[in-house]
C-alpha cells in the first residue's frame, strides 16, 4: 500500500503526531484535512530531503535495511533487531581522538549530560511518528510494520541521487575482468571431475587437499588454496578448507543435490548425472539466490549492498569513490574489516558471479561496472536479451 493507503487507516491520534513532526497547518479535529496536509507538505522535495538530511547514520542504516526487500510486512521483534544491527562502529566512532585534553582538564570544563542509553523502540517510535512506519489495520496484521510502498521508492531515489553526487566515474579502463558464464562451466567441470575420480573425505567432511588442487586446475579461474593458520569461517560449509569461488561452486552443487558425501567418498549423485546431462536454463539466477542466501548472515545488508551497486554502477566508476559511500552501511564480520566485506565477499564475488566487471584504469585505478545480465538478474528481470 501507498502512504495515502495508510494514513486512511490510520487514527486520528497517529495522524496528528505525523502533521506535528512536518509542521502541518491544518484543522487538526479533521481526520481528512490531517490526511490531505501531510500529503501535501511529504510530497515536497524539501520537506522529504531535510528529513534525510537530520537521520542520524544509524537510522539510514535501519531505514537501508528495509528499502529492497520484496516483503511487505515486518514484526516488532524483526524491526528491533535491525535497529539493534545499525548500531555497529558507533562504538568507536564515540572513541576520543589521541590529542583529546587530559582527564584533569576535562574536569575544569563544564559537565556535559551523558548521552541517553539506545533505545530500539524509539527509533521505531520515531520512524512511526514520520509517516514512514504503520501497524496494519485489522486481525493478526495489527501487530505487524510497513513501508507505504511509494515512500520506499521515493527514499530509494532520494539516496541514489546523492550517493551519485559523489561518485567518479570513467572511461572503459584497456583491461578488465569479465566472468560471465565462467562460474556455470567450472560447475559442469567439477562435475565431471568427481564422476571420473574416487575422492576421500577428511573426517571433518572436506575434500583432501590433493583433490581440491587438482579439481581447481580443471576451472577456468584459478584460486589458491587459503594459507595455513589463515581465520576463515562464516561463508560456507567447508570455507575454512577450500577458496572462496570454489567454496560457493561446492555448496552450490551441495544444495541443488549434485553431490553426496557419504563414507568418506565424494560422489556424483542421480540430480549430479542429471545436471550434466541438461544444465538448467536459469542458472545464473539460482546461483545468484542462493549466493544471497549463504551470504545474509555474515552481510546482513548484502541485498541492500547489491541493489546499490546495480543503481550506481550503471557505467564505469571508480571503486574508491563507489567504496566511500557504501562502507558507512558494510558491518565488519569478525576477521573481516568492513572494507574486506565489500571488496571481497561483496564485490568479488559479484565478478565471478558475472553481474560485475572489475577493471583497472591509468588514471582512476580500479574500476567496476554492471554486466547488463548482471543489472537484469539483480532486477529480477529475464534474461533473453542479455549482453
Known amino acids: 500500500m501507498n502512504l495515502s493507503d495508510m494514513l486512511g487507516y490510520a ?14 497547518q491544518c484543522n487538526g479535529n479533521s481526520k481528512n484535512d490531517l490526511i490531505q496536509a501531510i500529503l501535501s507538505t511529504v510530497s515536497r522535495h524539501d520537506v522529504f530531503d531535510s528529513q534525510i538530511d537530520t537521520m542520524k547514520l544509524d537510522e539510514l542504516r535501519f531505514l537501508n535495511s528495509l528499502l529492497f526487500e520484496s516483503r511487505e510486512s515486518y514484526s516488532l521483534e524483526d524491526l528491533i533487531a535491525r535497529a539493534q544491527q545499525s548500531r555497529f ?12 585534553p587530559s582527564k584533569s582538564k576535562q574536569r575544569k570544563k563544564k559537565q556535559q549530560p551523558e548521552p541517553q542509553p539506545f533505545s530500539p523502540r524509539d527509533m521505531i517510535a520515531r520512524f512511526k511518528h514520520q509517516g514512514w512506519l504503520f501497524n496494519g489495520y485489522s486481525g493478526p496484521s495489527r501487530y505487524m510494520f510497513q513501508v507505504p510502498g511509494d ?23 584497456p583491461f578488465y575482468r569479465d566472468e560471465q558464464t565462467l562460474l556455470k562451466d567450472d560447475i559442469h567441470l567439477f562435475l565431471q571431475y568427481v564422476q571420473r575420480h574416487e575422492i576421500g573425505l577428511m573426517p571433518d567432511g572436506s575434500m583432501y ?10 576451472m577456468a579461474i584459478r584460486e589458491e588454496l587459503p594459507s595455513k593458520g589463515e581465520w576463515r569461517f562464516g561463508y560456507g560449509r567447508h570455507f575454512n578448507h577450500y577458496p572462496d569461488r570454489f567454496s560457493l561452486l561446492y555448496d552450490y552443487c551441495m544444495s541443488i543435490g549434485a553431490l553426496e558425501e557419504s563414507g568418506g567418498q565424494l560422489s556424483l549423485t542421480e540430480g549430479g548425472r542429471a545436471r550434466l546431462a541438461d544444465p538448467p536454463r536459469n542458472e545464473d539466477e539460482r546461483l545468484y539466490r542462493y549466493w544471497l542466501k549463504l551470504y545474509k ?15 550506481l554502477a550503471s557505467e564505469w566508476v571508480t571503486a574508491e569513490s563507489l567504496k566511500k559511500n557504501l562502507l558507512p552501511f558494510v558491518k565488519p564480520y569478525y576477521y573481516d574489516s568492513a572494507e574486506a566485506v565489500l ?21 582512476h585505478g580500479t574500476v567496476l561496472r554492471m554486466t547488463r ?10 534474461l533473453a536479451d542479455r549482453r
Open 209 to 218: 587437499k590433493r583433490f581440491v588442487q587438482q579439481a581447481l586446475e580443471h
Open 11 to 24: 487514527d486520528i491520534g497517529q495522524l496528528s503526531r505525523i502533521a506535528a513532526v512536518y509542521r502541518c
Open 297 to 311: 548472515t555474515p552481510v546482513s545488508n548484502l541485498l541492500s549492498l547489491v541493489h546499490w551497486i546495480q543503481a
Open 343 to 363: 571488496e571481497r565477499r561483496v564485490w568479488t564475488m559479484m565478478l565471478h558471479l558475472g553481474l560485475l566487471r572489475i577493471g583497472e584504469h591509468p588514471v
Open 151 to 173: 515512500l520506499k521508492h521515493r527514499f530509494r531515489e532520494t539516496l541514489r541521487r546523492r550517493f551519485a553526487e559523489a561518485l567518479v566515474y570513467s572511461d572503459e579502463p
Open 373 to 382: 545480465a548482471g543489472n537484469a538478474i539483480v532486477k529480477g528481470e529475464g
Open 89 to 100: 562502529g558507533l562504538e568507536g566512532e564515540a572513541k576520543a581522538p589521541e590529542n583529546a
